[in-house]
């Protein structure tokens, strides 16, 4: 049972600290869900020996997540490579280090999003490739950077207006790994041209071309090929790939593999005999070690049986089973389909995230400039003598402290709220006053900020106006 959930989304990192109750048969995990306008606790309790699908339910239902078989949670182990929580095995015999890190992250790319449901699912997918656009997962050339750029400003801050955005309004954003002056330019050119179109049509053009990038939901895994030559396996939709040098030199769709298998850490594939070939090939891969071939092998598994088969096969019984039992446990694309035609509910409200200069600006005076977003509270039980309602738990206070703006030594803040009412319209602006030490010299800046809240439509050429009026008067 949740203690404590916010409608602040979106959510991209699940901190999770097990704390274990002599004599009990409870095992209580405490979150902190990240990636959010403001970061997000969650205090949860689970049974010890709950499953993967347990914790991944109480996820998706903190997010509003009804199209959930496309994501997954991962988390590191001791070699610090990327494993899938298995949603149908105990989650505390599949964590090998003492601290529990979750990532929450899309699984199954769909080869067409526009086939997606709920617009709450697309905005999580546009997140998951903005990340990793920017962390180098999936290179883009400067014209697509730029475009998809201009999309997420666009889904983010709306139609540009003078009066409201500077010259340098995209400054905060980040687009691609390293960039450039000249790649923010062509992203707001591009922003000024899509007056009228909504952050649900922006996601909509954003997942549309993003789909089309060669590397859009290939899964990669280092390797070497029988020679000894270094390669890397992607794992993806459509089948296998073989790249080098970061260039694809091979393909195997799943229609042509007959066999995927491991021994020790080695990685086996069996190709069905080409139009003038007699017999079947087998191609072998080395990976670095035993744990990396399964991982691979299990990838393969589920997205071969997610995207080409119309239900999961069912696990082999007896005694004298060779070899591992591992199956795909979930649904597959066309179950997930027929289960999303289904849906029937009013479009979830949700805020999408804002740039990092608005995550400082919240965070320096605690307050929420979206509607229907409360605070979130941390809780924590004080039965629980390892983490009292007195007392940090030792999981949040490694990552609350990076939470800050480096450079910043001091904080005061001064808050002035002025309240304008015009019929439907409330807006308050906020004075925030922030003192950074550089080198010695007290700097201090001051940030007016507009908070519009209303049931009915909002004229915005209104607000503007009474905004002015507000500030000329205050000045």
Known sequence: QLLATSSCLPVADLYACMILQKNSSACFLCFLLTFLPLPCHIHSSLQKHSKGQTLMDMVCEHLNLLEKDYFGLTFA????????????????????????????????????????????????????????????????????????????????????????????????????????????????ELHRTYKGMTPA??????????????????????????????????????????????????????????????????????????????????????????????????????????????????????????????RYSGRTQAQTRQASALIDRPAPHFERSTSKRYLLSRSLDGGESGKGCPTTNFWIRTEIQSCSSNTECPCYSNHLSHLGKPGIQGRESVVSPLTITAENVTSATTTQVTKTVKGGYSETRIEKRIIITGDDDVDQHQVRRSVREKTATQS
């Open 201 to 326: 049509e922006a996601e909509i053009n954003f997942l549309e071309n993003a789909k089309k990038l060669s590397m859009y939901g290939v899964d990669l895994h280092h390797a070497k090929d029988s020679e000894g030559i270094e390669i890397m396996l992607g794992v993806c939709a459509n089948g296998l790939l073989i790249y080098r040098d970061r260039l694809r030199i091979n393909r195997f769709a799943w229609p042509k593999i007959l066999k995927i298998s491991y021994k020790r850490s080695n990685f086996y594939i069996k190709i069905r005999p080409g139009e003038y070939e007699q017999f079947e090939s087998t191609i072998g891969f080395k990976l670095p070690n035993h744990r990396a071939a399964k991982r691979l092998w299990k990838v393969c598994i589920e997205h071969h049986t997610f995207f080409r088969l119309v239900s999961p096969e069912p696990p082999p019984k007896g005694f004298l089973v060779m070899g591992s039992k591992f």
């Open 77 to 188: 182990d001791t070699d610090t490579q990327k494993n899938w929580l298995d949603p149908s095995k105990e989650i505390k015999k599949q964590m090998r280090n003492s601290q529990w890190h979750f990532a929450f992250a899309v699984k199954f790319y769909p080869p067409d999003p526009s086939q997606l449901t709920e617009d709450i699912t697309r905005y999580y997918l546009c997140l998951q490739l903005r990340d990793d656009m920017l962390s180098g997962r999936l290179p883009c050339s400067f014209v697509t950077h730029a475009l998809l750029g201009s999309y997420t400003v666009q889904a983010e801050l709306g139609d540009y207006d003078q009066d409201d955005h500077g010259s340098d309004y995209v400054n905060d954003f980040r687009f691609a790994p390293n960039q450039t002056r000249e790649l923010e330019e062509r992203v707001m």
